[in-house]
């Protein structure tokens, strides 16, 4: 079992910045693409930012040029740095990574169960 544990939301101002952990742990072989997704009330989930493995990023072109993903492979660990934070930016961010539990196994994704973001104007 894979458990995914965010941590570093809050509520900042507009302009400001905040930078979000998610820690993968459990039994597991190997990991792929971590990334970011965001939801807000009434609204579909959408990716914020990912990263695989090798380093290659992609990011929603919302936060182009104001987040930036990036990842401690040999801590299991994502991050997602967010400066010029705007109220539209208010969500919960979730994080999910592809796992593979064993060397011969299939991809999962799986998911943690998100750390609030709230941008005051």
């Known amino acids: 079992q894979v458990q995914l544990v965010e941590s570093g939301g809050g509520l900042v101002q507009a302009g400001g910045s905040l930078r979000l952990s998610c820690a993968a742990s459990?039994?597991?072989?190997?990991?792929?693409?971590m990334g970011w997704y965001r939801q807000a009330p009434g609204k579909q989930r959408e990716l914020v930012a990912a990263?695989?493995?090798?380093?290659?990023?992609n990011y929603d072109d919302s936060v182009k040029g104001r987040f930036t993903v990036s990842r401690d492979n040999a801590k299991n660990t994502v991050y997602l740095q967010m400066s010029s934070l705007k109220p539209e930016d208010t969500a919960a961010y979730l994080c999910?990574?592809?796992?593979?539990?064993?060397?011969?196994?299939?991809?999962?994704?799986?998911w943690g169960r998100g750390t609030q973001v709230t941008v005051s104007s």
């Open positions: 459990g039994n597991f072989f190997s990991i792929n693409t």
């Open positions: 999910n990574a592809d796992v593979k539990n064993s060397w011969g196994g299939r991809w999962s994704g799986y």
């Open positions: 990263i695989t493995s090798g380093g290659t990023t």
